[in-house]
């Protein structure tokens, strides 16, 4: 494992590394209204690391405004860090311009999270698909041709012929967000972000594109950056997780690990936050949520401390916990963060639906 000042990157012999995250910073100032002059600074993202392996899904869960989709946006290039380096391959992305750039976003796609918005209502199914092949100047007519068939093939939407020259106001939101995808996969890239693609559909069309990440993962062989909000989603999807507050790492390990034996109070205050219904047997509650919350000054000692219910009053409100390793490739952000399985009862996990 390498670590920086905030942030630690695992690092595995026998694994590939697609995608790497060096101490990312990101910053936004407020803009000035009628309730004030603005310019205000705004962390969204605090010296993240992260180290992404060929052929997984790796989740990044958080609460809304917690930095996720930042990171994405990063990550494709739609904005640029304050501090840090993102490498894709080992080739440091920052600085591309010209023939690079567009290299390096024929190989890093995103699956944005409103397929109303991302999908222009003027362009067919196939003009929105083909689009990309067209910039990038692949293939001709036929073969592009082709090549959209097969991919609507591949995400589900069968038989592809009867899509192809429909428009998005004609479609389902599910089968809207299948579009997307197939714009998304329809060049072959490297590396995906997917930023909460499910949000706008119900249960049982998020279970199928759930199942369509899997597929493409497997069948296109492509790695997939996963952001949600959704635990279950997580562990039911993902390889590995990373628990994202205010813009810090605060937990990191493999999916089933993390949410079965979570070690950070966010995680386990996430846990707690999940909807409880009927009956299936002993409930587990972390109680790691404070309320009201502490005063404490902003940008010093644990991102949590407010609230958390476990801080140390003197310790927590002035020391930042590093990132460190608290079980097999689970590393958590937390002075308290014990070695220990304390997994919840299956029948728990049942009522949770994770």
């Not at 995250?21 to 205000?40: A, C, M, N, V």
């Not at 939101?173 to 949000?199: C, H, K, W, Y």
């Not at 846990?271 to 404490?296: N, S, V, W």
Request: with cysteine; hydrophobic share 35%; glycine share 8%.
């Amino acid at each position: 494992m390498e670590c920086w000042s905030n942030g630690c990157t695992i690092m595995d012999n026998e694994k590939k590394t697609v995608l790497e995250l060096r101490d990312i910073s990101k910053i936004y100032k407020t803009r000035s209204s009628f309730f004030g002059p603005g310019g205000e600074q705004v962390v969204a993202l605090n010296r993240i690391s992260l180290t992404i392996y060929k052929g997984e899904i790796f989740g990044l869960v958080g609460e809304s405004g917690s930095g996720k989709t930042t990171a994405g946006r990063l990550i494709v290039g739609l904005e640029n860090p304050k501090e840090g380096e993102i490498y894709l391959n080992s080739t440091e992305i920052s600085g591309l311009k010209g023939r690079a750039l567009k290299e390096y976003r024929r190989k890093v796609q995103m699956i944005f999270q409103d397929p109303y918005q991302s999908l222009n209502p003027q362009l067919s199914i196939y003009e929105s698909v083909a689009e990309p092949l067209i910039i990038h100047k692949i293939g001709g007519g036929v073969e592009r041709l082709e090549r959209v068939i097969q991919t609507l093939k591949t995400v589900g939407l069968s038989p592809p012929q009867e899509f192809l020259y429909r428009y998005p106001h004609q479609l389902s939101g599910g089968q809207r967000q299948r579009v997307a995808i197939a714009r998304a996969m329809v060049l072959g890239p490297e590396f995906v972000v997917a930023d909460e693609p499910t949000s706008m559909l119900d249960a049982s069309y998020s279970a199928q594109i759930f199942n369509i990440l899997l597929n493409v993962r497997d069948k296109l062989k492509v790695t997939i950056l996963f952001i949600t909000h959704n635990l279950a989603a997580a562990r039911y999807l993902c390889d590995r997780v990373g628990v994202i507050y205010k813009g810090n790492l605060m937990e990191l390990g493999p999916a089933d690990e993390v949410i079965q034996n979570p070690k950070h109070p966010y995680t386990q205050a996430l846990i707690d936050a999940i909807p409880k219904f009927g009956h299936c047997g002993e409930i587990r509650e972390y109680k790691t949520f404070l309320r009201p919350q502490r005063k404490a000054s902003e940008g010093v000692g644990c991102p949590f401390f407010k609230r958390c219910r476990k801080a140390d009053e003197t310790r927590c409100r002035i020391d930042v916990p590093p990132l460190r390793a608290v079980e097999d490739s689970h590393y958590a952000a937390c002075f308290f963060a014990e070695p220990g399985h304390e997994k919840r009862p299956e029948s728990d996990a049942c009522l949770l639906g994770i």
